[in-house]
């Protein structure tokens, strides 16, 4: 036990008395079966003595290893200092420690650099092929920050032991010689086994010359630029390399791209197909596909949907199941928890989802090119309004395209009629690519055509933006506008069926917000008004709601409460009155 009653580290002062021999110094016990009698303090014998010097050769104090240790250590040091009279006293009687093998740290040859190791024996190795090798005495994590003035203008390589003891060493050397030295890098020996050294490392056949290249690689890399900078000298005399499509025109390889559209208008139906045509090399909507590996991860369709789905495509397309194995592959995590592939903390910054690492590795061992997701909403677990987060979830997908060498395609919604994306403008800023699947008509209501589609190149830094594509819903799948002949009968009964499905999704969530929608035009709480103006309505106008909700009406589906029959009561205990669903059950 140390205390000081003059309020010095204790701690410091067992470090001093370790290095000057009054106490031993510490080492990790040996086994059972190596250990002494409890309580043993038979001697050990010296297996190995370091004589350290002055810079002209004077031995300043020895440090011998002696095995077995006293009290059951594997290995004690003691140290020792010449007593004058030809004979050795022990400790360093307050002399400050020196570098070991210092006449050759003092001065080195030209050019030459100093090695620093964990440990006596690894610098005499060194030198036996000619190199400055050094190290501190009593052991790793005792560097003396004085020792910087040795190394001032030199050039100086580190090579520590594998373990967390010898990598802290390392660091710590590095820290205290960092300002002295002329330069400085680490060398982490290449085939180290875990503790070993560069003794391990010269027995398994490393030499001088493979030192010098690693030390000369080390020091290409420090000395390079942080950013990955491109001279373009390098692009000299050869040709600029062809753009990569995975659709003609549309889909460029390397960059992520996002897809948005209204709800119901397709885009998830327009997604699969679009997987379908890459993974079948067929043309998508009459552009040139390349044939590749497609997966389609979605999180709002279950496996029995997507069945449905692929059947429809498949019959649209001329496929059969087997022509797409091995080619495409769906995933649904409709229900799953944990979707989200990044979050981000309180500072603000973006943390990997463990949804993210699996969606990687399942691309990297599918061999997939093109990888969909569905949607932006699910996956997507930060502020869309904050532009970081944005772009940090963008370089992401981009980061993913160039992993596998193609493009990613991420799917979102609009935040009202008219918009073409949510949240802020960071969308539409930090992608290259961005396509727009809209109503031919806008929603035109009763006099539109509902199955009729448009799809926008709204922007396209690869190509030129603008081109559309005239589209239409047939059959459960995307056809080009004019490949099939019109129904009108059959197409205005579907119309109306659909716009009064929207009308009732519409009401459902005013309901369940307890806020009441009226019949009349005149009333501010208009239905077919209000609901023009959810993102549930996909964009149908007034008059097609009002149509809709006519019919709907007399068919019965719908009924206006009375006061004996109210909605429900408000806050002051008064019947609300308004438009409700009536149930068939």
């Known amino acids: 036990m140390v205390h000081s009653f003059a309020g010095d580290d204790w701690k410091a002062i067992k470090d001093r008395w370790r290095r000057d021999g009054i106490l031993a110094d510490r080492d990790r016990p040996p086994s059972e079966a190596a250990r002494p009698a409890a309580g043993s303090n038979a001697p050990g014998r010296v297996v190995a003595q370091f004589d350290y010097t002055d810079p002209l050769g004077k031995v300043l104090f020895r440090i011998e290893r002696v095995e077995p240790g006293r009290q059951g250590r594997r290995k004690d040091f003691r140290v020792k200092r010449p007593d004058g009279a030809g004979g050795w006293t022990a400790g360093l009687n307050g002399f400050d420690p020196v570098p070991y093998r210092l006449m050759d740290v003092a001065s080195p040859p030209p050019g030459e650099p100093i090695y620093i190791v964990e440990g006596e024996k690894k610098a005499d190795a060194l030198a036996k092929f000619g190199l400055v090798a050094t190290c501190n005495p009593f052991g790793a994590g005792k560097w003396p920050a004085a020792f910087a003035r040795w190394f001032a203008g030199r050039d100086v390589v580190i090579l520590p032991d594998n373990d967390a003891p010898g990598r802290a060493h390392a660091e710590d050397v590095a820290g205290k010689l960092r300002e002295a030295a002329a330069s400085l890098v680490r060398v982490d020996l290449p085939g180290l086994p875990e503790k070993g050294d560069v003794i391990d490392w010269l027995a398994a056949g490393g030499t001088a010359d493979a030192l010098a290249d690693l030390v000369a690689a080390a020091r290409q890399r420090a000395s390079a630029p942080p950013l990955p900078v491109i001279n373009p000298l390098a692009w000299q005399g050869s040709a600029p390399p062809a753009r990569r499509w995975l659709v003609e025109g549309w889909l460029a390889g390397g960059s992520g791209a996002f897809l948005t559209g209204d709800g119901g208008v397709g885009k998830s139906l327009l997604t699969q197909q679009l997987c379908t045509c890459i993974a079948a090399g067929v043309p998508f909507l009459g552009l040139e596909a390349e044939r590749c590996v497609a997966i389609y991860l979605t999180c709002e369709d279950d496996a029995a949907e997507l069945h449905r789905r692929q059947a429809a495509i498949n019959a649209a397309l001329g496929l059969d199941m087997a022509d797409l194995a091995g080619r495409l592959y769906l995933v649904s995590l409709k229900g799953e928890l944990g979707n989200e592939l990044v979050s981000f903390d309180a500072g603000g910054q973006m943390q990997l989802g463990q949804r993210w690492r699996d969606l990687e590795a399942t691309a990297a061992q599918l061999g997939a090119r093109f990888v969909a997701i569905d949607n932006v909403a699910q996956t997507f677990n930060g502020n869309e309004n904050v532009r970081s987060q944005v772009a940090a979830f ?192």
């Not at 009226?518 to 993102?535: G, L, T």
């Open 394 to 585: 963008c370089n992401l997908m981009d980061r993913l395209a160039m992993a596998i060498d193609g493009t990613v395609l991420f799917l979102g919604h609009p935040s009202k009629a008219g918009a073409e994306f949510s949240g802020s403008t960071g969308w539409e800023a930090h992608v290259r690519q961005r396509l727009f699947l809209d109503w031919a008509d806008a929603g035109a209501g009763v006099s539109g055509d509902r199955d009729a589609r448009v799809l926008k190149r709204s922007k396209a830094n690869y190509s030129r933006a603008g081109a559309e594509i005239e589209l239409r819903w047939h059959d459960g799948a995307f056809v080009l506008e004019g490949s099939v002949a019109a129904q009108p009968d059959d197409e205005r009964a579907r119309r109306e069926s659909a716009e009064e499905a929207t009308f009732l999704d519409c009401l459902r969530v005013r309901a369940k917000q307890q806020r009441a929608v009226s019949h009349s035009p005149n009333a501010a709480n208009y239905a077919p008004k209000v609901f023009a103006e959810m993102p549930e309505s996909g964009r149908v106008r007034v008059p097609a709601l009002a149509a809709a909700m006519e019919r709907l009406l007399r068919s019965g589906q719908i009924e206006r409460a009375t006061r004996d029959n109210p909605l429900w009561k408000g806050e002051d205990r008064k019947p609300v009155l308004g438009l409700r669903e009536v149930r068939s059950w």
